[in-house]
């Protein structure tokens, strides 16, 4: 029996059912449409077409039914970097770092209620921060989290390497977790955070969501 393999992409602030996108963007297989949220809201080039209202809210409605309908799971990680900083004022702990234990655990929790073993990746930022966050994951990976020891990661975790792909990569995941990482933090922001100084000061660090794939099926 295939162990089930599960894979978290995570965006900083898929899906074979991307390539629709090609019904309303000029698309070439050299030179893919990569969905990317800041470039539809300001209809940026590939994406003028949306400055049509008739076009946008077609392709808005689309998308929407498309993100209704697929199987997978969003959690958002946010802190309060302010009163983080005060609480950690002598004991100076990386909100960074502090925000990548949380993401571990939650999704060490994840594969534990799935009976899945997985792995994470993060879109890349280029240069130092790409190699602060494979630093940071391998560290958590050779030492544990506060709560979860380092063997328990590694019996549910398939690599102690992060994995860290670009946007021009054209990974489906990378793209719904960027397209869905702002309207997280503003659902956040409406129906749980009523102070304003802590809407000011909170920065959403992650966001991920999952597929659950054969192992056949995971690849890269």
């Not at 059912?17 to 080039?45: A, E, M, Q, W």
């Not at 946010?78 to 002598?90: F, L, M, P, S, V």
């Not at 000011?200 to 192992?215: D, E, G, T, Y």
Request: proline share 3%; charged share 25%.
């Amino acid at each position: 029996m295939k162990t089930k393999k599960i894979r978290l992409y995570v965006d900083e602030v898929g899906n074979a059912g991307l390539k629709n996108s090609r019904t309303y963007f000029l698309s070439h297989p050299d030179n893919p449409v990569i969905l990317h949220r800041k470039k539809i809201v300001y209809r940026k080039p590939p994406f003028s077409v949306l400055k049509d209202p008739e076009v946008e809210q077609s392709f808005n409605r689309d998308l929407l039914k498309k993100l209704g309908s697929w199987n997978y799971s969003v959690i958002s990680v946010i802190i309060d970097k302010q009163e983080h900083n005060q609480r950690y004022a002598t004991w100076k702990f990386d909100p960074y770092h502090y925000c990548m234990e949380i993401l571990v655990e939650r999704f060490r929790l994840l594969l534990d209620i799935s009976g899945a073993h997985g792995d994470m990746m993060f879109e890349s930022r280029g240069g130092k921060e790409d190699t602060r966050l494979k630093r940071s994951f391998r560290r958590i990976m050779d030492g544990g989290t506060h709560h979860i020891g380092n063997q328990d990661l590694m019996n549910h975790f398939t690599s102690k390497e992060l994995k860290v792909r670009s946007k021009t990569a054209n990974i489906s995941g990378l793209q719904i977790a960027d397209l869905i990482a702002h309207p997280a933090r503003r659902w956040f922001y409406k129906n749980v955070f009523t102070s304003t100084t802590v809407e000011i000061h909170l920065v959403i660090i992650s966001l991920k969501f999952w597929f659950v794939r054969n192992s056949s099926s995971t690849t890269g």
